[in-house]
């Protein structure tokens, strides 16, 4: 029987976890993998460019969510979405990382194809509807957007593919039955090693002045860091302490720099000695900047997995992490803009730790769903 899947992306961490499946179920002759956008980042430089960078091409369905406040952004998506489920009756939904689209077409997916399904045995499902890429991760920290949309979405989804052992004990933990949890490892060391040579051959960092090995690399995003006037105030002087003893490069996230605008604070880090500022950078240019960097400064999720499997020493601004793997495993540690410095002493002194890549993180993670929707549709 051919099968209809829908993959969701609707965000910039999203784009490099649906590529590597989308090319693995698109070489598959009994399903039709079809893309989603549900518009949740819509600027050419925190959209187009990945999908032209991950060689995807135009979304086949898009949504135009757009911003707004947390409701009105998931209320929009689901609104969206239902249609597109009740028209379209995919067999299988594929909803990866955190954000409020990852929840929003859980939810309206949800109560609409379980209700459709045709062999309802005493209202047991009896294949899976929703599946979640990257599921299990926890930081323990509800004030975080992404750890509540997380939390709902293991919680609804029947069919849970984690990155890491700690993402199954999780979900034990959380009373999942073990036959829905499925370890597939890390989808993006699959985009990674993807465009592996493409990264290699880019030349952004020489096009920034920049020295291998000789800088930072930063990127701040997260509510928290961002949001509040005075934790930006400190990040700002951080980064010109730190441009004291290297270059850095900052690629600013549009709410961080709409936050830096409206505190004054845009003009102080472009005026500062060794500190370039760019524009969201595309998936390949962006690597191209990590790879060749001494070390890493930032609260994203993904950049932690990054630079762990790279070897790259990671600094990540916050005070808990739903991927622990990167911390016991690998070159990440948290820390506060007061207890850095001693980590940037380390790293410069040629003196941080050595980490490891986790099992699991080698590329074939598509692969490994793609057996999983096999085994469970075809
Ligand atoms: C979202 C995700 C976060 C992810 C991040 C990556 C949630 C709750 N958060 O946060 O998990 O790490 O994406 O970037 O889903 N904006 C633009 N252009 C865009 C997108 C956003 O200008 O293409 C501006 C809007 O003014 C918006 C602000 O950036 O108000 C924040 O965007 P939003 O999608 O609400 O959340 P992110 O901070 O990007």
Redesign the pocket.
Do not use: F, I, L
């Given at each position: 029987m051919h099968r209809l899947i829908h993959l969701i992306a609707a965000?910039?961490?999203n784009f490099m976890k649906i590529a590597p499946l989308y090319h693995a179920l698109a070489k598959e002759d009994w399903v039709t993998p079809v893309i989603v956008h549900t518009g949740?980042?819509?600027?050419l430089n925190?959209?187009d460019a990945f999908f032209r960078d991950l060689r995807l091409s135009e979304p086949d369905i898009h949504l135009g969510a757009g911003?707004g406040s947390?409701a009105e952004?998931t209320a929009r998506v689901m609104m969206a979405y239902e249609k597109i489920v009740i028209e379209k009756q995919p067999d299988m939904v594929v909803v990866v990382g955190?954000?409020?689209s990852t929840i929003a077409c859980t939810l309206a997916s949800a109560k609409i194809l379980y209700d459709a399904l045709p062999n309802r045995i005493n209202y047991k499902v009896d294949r899976p509807v929703i599946a979640h890429l990257e599921a299990g991760l926890r930081s323990f920290d509800r004030t975080m957007?992404?750890e509540v949309?997380r939390i709902a979405t293991d919680v609804l989804a029947d069919l849970l593919w984690t990155p890491s052992e700690d993402g199954d004990a999780n979900l034990l933990h959380e009373g999942v039955a073990k036959d829905k949890i499925v370890r597939v490892g890390n989808i993006m060391i699959d985009s990674l090693e993807m465009m592996r040579e493409h990264i290699v051959a880019a030349d952004t960092c020489q096009q920034h002045g920049l020295m291998p090995q000789g800088y930072a690399v930063v990127t701040l995003?997260r509510p928290s860091n961002v949001d509040n006037p005075e934790t930006l105030v400190k990040l700002c002087e951080l980064l010109m302490t730190t441009a004291q003893r290297m270059p850095v490069v900052f690629p600013v996230?549009?709410?961080t720099r709409?936050n830096l605008e409206n505190h004054q604070l845009l003009a102080k880090l472009e005026q500062a000695a060794g500190i370039t500022l760019l524009d969201p950078q595309s998936y390949i240019n962006f690597m191209n900047l990590v790879f060749n960097a001494r070390l890493v400064i930032t609260d994203?999720?993904g950049i932690q997995e990054e630079t762990t499997y790279l070897g790259i020493p990671c600094l990540t601004l916050r005070p808990n992490t739903e991927r622990p793997a990167t911390i016991e495993q690998g070159t990440n540690v948290l820390c506060t803009t007061d207890s850095i410095k001693p980590h940037i002493d380390d790293i410069l002194a040629g003196k941080f730790k050595q980490g490891k890549i986790p099992e699991f993180w080698d590329g074939n993670t598509a692969a490994r769903v793609v057996d999983s929707i096999r085994s469970c549709l075809s």
């Open positions: 965000a910039r961490p949740q980042h819509y600027d925190m959209s911003s947390h952004q955190d954000v409020n957007p992404e949309n995003h996230h549009p709410r709409k994203s999720g």
